[in-house]
């Protein structure tokens, strides 16, 4: 599975951004999509999903951070406001065929640095 995430940048506390995810060579049906991130010297963790049962979103992202995707485009969107700067991180999305967003994805791509200035 090829992941190109995209739509990273330097913003203020406070700002918006909006980071899209295309993926490709998929050999199934995806059913879930995530988005991820991970600060530096901390682990990747999993903050938005849309799955068989519905969206969720991790406590530290709800109600600023939202995410969607467009099945034609095979693109998933996270539009993130309100940014602090603890939201700063590499995001990664990813895709599976089932409901599982935790499974230990073989490929990652390169993703998206996000840098919230204070």
């Known amino acids: 599975v090829q992941l190109q995430a995209s739509g990273g940048g330097l913003v203020q506390a406070g700002g918006s951004l909006k980071l899209s995810c295309q993926f490709s060579?998929?050999?199934?049906?995806?059913?879930?999509v995530g988005w991820y991130r991970q600060a530096p010297g901390k682990q990747r963790d999993l903050i938005a999903g849309?799955?068989?049962?519905?969206?969720d979103y991790a406590n530290s992202v709800k109600g600023r951070f939202s995410i969607s995707r467009d099945n034609a485009k095979n693109t998933v969107y996270l539009q993130m406001n309100n940014l602090k700067p603890e939201d700063t991180a590499i995001y990664y999305c990813?895709?599976?065929?089932?409901?599982?967003?935790?499974?230990?994805?073989?490929?990652w791509g390169q993703g998206t640095l996000v840098t919230v200035s204070s």
């Open positions: 990813n895709v599976a065929g089932d409901d599982d967003l935790l499974a230990d994805f073989p490929s």
């Open positions: 060579g998929t050999t199934f049906s995806v059913n879930a």
């Open positions: 849309i799955s068989s049962g519905g969206t």
